[in-house]
């Protein structure tokens, strides 16, 4: 009997039941369910805290509930025309278009700059934190940075939408280029290949599946972002005419319609990109 399975008998024995334990309590763990025990109970003092005077429970979740039902029981249009909606459909998807097209071309040259299999310690640990600080910011943090030197509208939308979609795809390109067996840039390095040989004949074919999965993921979120910039910033397209009903003339029915109109081309849009990622697989 070696002294290995010895150190086991004892730990079997030492335990209660006479069982392995084989999960361990890492530090992660321990901060993530603190994180979450202590979320919870916040929630909760919050909601026993709350200042219910005047309030009458069940009368506020009829009148929700009947709410509700007006607004996707009963669509319909009343202060804008069906080809306005459109319209607005067709600037919020050039909106998300744009900003895609934009962030992932700044965000392939950055990733190869963030690659440690290709890029040198130093700059990566720069384009990491670059990329990392600009994750760090909400979507509709930059684009109301950008609207101080362009205005509220679609320019400053896809300008801050473009600069999250690239902080976004930079760490999605680069690990997605790091998983690329370094056997093969080894070679071409050996046979005398330039840089962007290596970048063009070896790094794209092997990871461009990865590539354009990670880019139609990015654009669905923009699209959803896009939205959210219209509604909250002001930048236009179907987000805006959301506010206007749900805000400005609290049109129930309206804003139900709208509702439907970009849920419907959400559910479009999800459908093309599952056909064309599983086309490049």
């Known amino acids: 009997m070696n002294a290995d399975t010895k150190k086991l008998e004892e730990s079997i024995k030492r335990s209660r039941r006479g069982t392995i334990k084989i999960a361990t309590q890492s530090k992660s763990t321990v901060a993530i369910r603190l994180t979450l025990i202590s979320l919870i109970v916040l929630t909760v003092y919050g909601f026993l805290t709350f200042n219910y005077r005047g309030l009458n429970f069940w009368e506020a979740v009829a009148d929700t509930l009947r709410n509700v039902v007006t607004m996707f029981g009963q669509p319909a249009l009343s202060n804008v025309s069906f080809t306005a909606v459109l319209y ?10 744009l900003s895609t097209i934009f962030g992932s071309a700044i965000a392939f040259f950055g990733a190869l700059l963030c690659a440690q299999n ?10 990491r934190s670059i990329a990392a600080l600009t994750r760090a910011i909400p979507a509709i943090l930059w684009v109301l940075i ?7 509208g679609s320019v400053a939308a896809v300008a801050g939408l473009t600069l999250a979609c690239a902080g976004y795809l930079i760490k999605a ?5 790091e998983e690329m067996d370094y056997g093969c840039i080894e070679a071409l390095k050996a046979s ?14 092997a990871s461009i599946s990865y590539l354009i999965a990670w880019t139609f993921v990015r654009f669905e979120i923009n699209f959803s972002n896009a939205i959210i910039v219209g509604a ?3 930048a236009g397209g ?8 749900g805000n400005f003339y609290f049109d129930l029915r309206e804003l139900g319609f709208i509702t439907y109109v970009a849920v419907v081309a ?15 697989k």
């Open 266 to 280: 959400v559910v479009l849009l999800e459908i093309l990109a599952t056909k064309v990622k599983a086309t490049v």
């Open 146 to 152: 950008f609207s101080v030197a362009a205005g509220l």
């Open 88 to 97: 607005a459909l067709v600037v919020t998807f050039a909106m998300a278009i």
């Open 173 to 177: 390109y680069s690990e997605s280029i």
């Open 238 to 245: 179907i987000g805006w005419d959301l506010f206007m009903a």
């Open 118 to 127: 290709i890029a040198r310690q130093g700059v990566s640990l720069v384009v």
């Open 232 to 234: 909250a910033a002001g």
């Open 192 to 205: 005398g290949a330039s840089y962007w040989q290596i970048v063009f004949q070896a790094i794209v074919p």
